[in-house]
């Protein structure tokens, strides 16, 4: 009863230490959204973008995306969408915490698992709390889960109470993004049948709590269509998916194919020098008649002149291979690479070779990972880092043999050694968190930009403006703010993961806004907002195409620190 009481008071000294760790980070470091993807998805959920919270988040699955939305309805003085991420970090860091406690045998372990904690936050986890996002959170609980299931299988003690706390924690992953899950599930297969398997006797040791893995995958392969028929089953939305795959092959990945290289294949799909122009610019709003079957035609086309100018299998191979090891060995991995070296070192010391074969294991996994990315073509750095937060809580798991390996020294070399380590310790965490410090006053500074637009937009409440991918929400992120009041903005954007939405159609018709190039021609209210070295002459000549002759004024000019941009009013 003393060892329970005593086990629940240490549990809530956890909880309590890492809300204070969480507050503290917030107040005085500030927590950011890292891409401008969350704010447009917090827009949906919040009410922002329709006027009515909406569950449809198109990147995040419709249950939680409903959730955040019936939230919003409840009570939207709060950010329920920031609020939700943080506190499933908070929840994993928790769950991790507890499970290295546990294991401890006495006060050495316990303060050693401590201070490892604290400066494996400092040095992995900071950087995705303080600038979080919508991927890096999902392979937070990816990389719980995976942490769950080895820690228990590694000690040999795996019950069905972790089976399905992994579980809950991937289908979470699973929710937010499913193809961070599916990273997930590589390191969770490979090191998981690694443990189970008995190399002495070549059998699974627990056959039936093996079946675990293939129920993650069958909940991996029926999540996305069960999702679709519960909120994306309208033709509406069937056909924004499909544009919106073709758009993302094009903008996110492969690139535009230029128009004279390629002319006969623009001919022969319908496409014109003026659409042409439309999709170079990405102001795919302006000509509706670039639809579903010309983007994918072009996106297979991109895709297709992407993979011949990387040249045959083995040059590409080579390619991918440099790009996925300089991503690897890149600076801000430093901090990994140093404890990887200790951990190892220590074991081919003390011919530790089962640890030496997980990191090495856990290595493969990322390397492989990293290497794929570069061979899609699809490395952002979101997904890059997805990777790096799964491999670092899978080795997490051995923190507490990298501890009992110090127990092995004579203890001259074991001060040396701590020594040295103490070194090590403080340089990776002044690294990291320096980093971090950085890259959170970088996204701030732009923030401000962002804050002064949207008070332009506030002055300005009763125009509509369409604005240039990058310009407003677009490329910028935000500040988290716990309390938060939504306000519907009076603009949306020519190109972006929105365009042909939905979401995005039903602020149109908020406005009474048809037809975008009639409105910019007609309406006296709606203007066009582009970079002041953008040439304007490009959008004249694309709706002088459709619509004739057509003068174009220059109203207003703005200049923040980072942002500038220009206004512009269409007429007949």
């Known amino acids: 009863m003393t060892i329970h009481k005593s086990k629940m008071i240490r549990n809530l000294l956890v909880i309590i230490s890492v ?18 993807d969350d704010t447009a998805m917090r827009n ?69 698992t401590i ?89 699974i040791k627990d056959l039936k709590k093996c079946i675990v893995f293939p129920f993650f995958v069958l909940c991996i392969l029926f999540a996305t269509p069960l999702n679709n028929l519960i909120a994306y089953s309208s033709d509406e939305w069937k056909d924004y998916k499909q544009f919106n795959l073709a758009r993302s092959k094009i903008y996110d990945y492969y690139g535009v194919p230029d128009y004279e290289e ?65 991503t690897v060995f890149s600076r801000k991995y430093l901090s990994f690479w140093l404890w990887l070296i200790i951990s190892i070192g220590f074991s081919l010391y003390l011919r530790a070779n089962k640890l030496i074969v997980f990191n090495l294991l856990v290595i493969s996994a990322m390397c492989f990972g990293f290497f794929y990315l570069y061979w899609e073509g699809r490395m952002p750095e979101r997904t890059i880092d997805s990777i790096f937060l799964i491999a670092c809580l899978c080795m997490g798991t051995e923190f507490k043999n990298v501890i009992q390996l110090l127990n092995h020294f004579q203890k001259p070399f074991k001060q040396i050694l701590s020594i040295v380590m103490c070194f090590i310790t403080a340089f990776c965490t002044v690294d990291a968190t320096y980093y971090t410090w950085i890259l959170t006053r970088d ?10 637009f949207n008070k332009y937009l506030e002055e300005n409440k009763d125009n509509f403006y369409f604005t240039m991918v990058n310009v407003g929400l677009f490329g910028y992120s935000s500040d988290f703010h716990i309390n938060y009041e939504p306000k519907e903005i009076n603009y949306v954007g020519l190109g972006g993961w929105g365009t042909n939405a939905p979401t995005t159609n039903q602020k149109l018709m908020n406005y009474d806004i048809e037809d975008v190039v009639d409105s910019l021609l007609h309406k006296d209210n709606c203007y066009l907002m582009t970079q002041p070295y953008y040439d304007i002459e490009k959008t004249v000549q694309i709706i002088q195409e459709k619509q004739g002759k057509i003068s174009v004024e220059l109203v207003d000019e703005q200049s923040f620190d980072g942002l500038s941009f220009n206004v512009y009013k269409f007429k007949k």
């Open 443 to 452: 996204i701030r500074e732009r923030n401000q930009n962002l804050v002064l």
């Open 19 to 36: 809300v204070v760790l969480f507050m503290a980070i917030y107040m005085f470091m500030g927590i950011n959204y890292a891409v401008c």
């Open 115 to 203: 201070i490892g904690l604290f400066v494996f936050f400092f040095v992995i986890w900071n950087k995705s709390l303080t600038n979080f996002q919508f991927s890096t959170t999902a392979a937070l609980l990816g990389g719980t889960s995976c942490f769950i299931i080895y820690e228990s299988t590694k000690n040999d003690d795996l019950t069905w109470k972790d089976i399905i706390e992994s579980l809950i924690f991937l289908i979470l992953s699973m929710m937010i993004r499913k193809k961070v899950a599916q990273m997930a599930m590589a390191f969770y297969s490979l090191v998981f049948l690694y443990y189970q398997f008995d190399w002495k006797s070549r059998k």
């Open 262 to 326: 390629n002319i006969d294949f623009y001919n022969e799909i319908g496409i014109n020098e003026s659409e042409f122009m439309t999709i170079q610019s990405y102001s795919l709003k302006l000509d509706d008649s670039i639809d579903i079957e010309k983007m994918t035609k072009i996106a297979e086309k991109s895709e297709e002149l992407y993979n011949k100018e990387r040249g045959n299998i083995v040059k590409k191979f080579i390619q991918s291979l440099n790009g996925s090891l300089s």
């Open 44 to 112: 949906i959920a919040s009410g922002v973008q329709t006027g009515v919270p909406d569950g449809h988040l198109v990147y995040i699955m419709y249950p939680l995306g409903w959730l955040m939305a019936t939230l919003y309805k409840v009570n939207n003085h709060f950010d329920w969408y920031g609020i939700i991420f943080i506190v499933l970090q908070a929840i994993c860091l928790i769950r991790i915490a507890i499970r290295l406690l546990d294991r401890c045998d006495n006060k050495k372990e316990i303060l050693f």
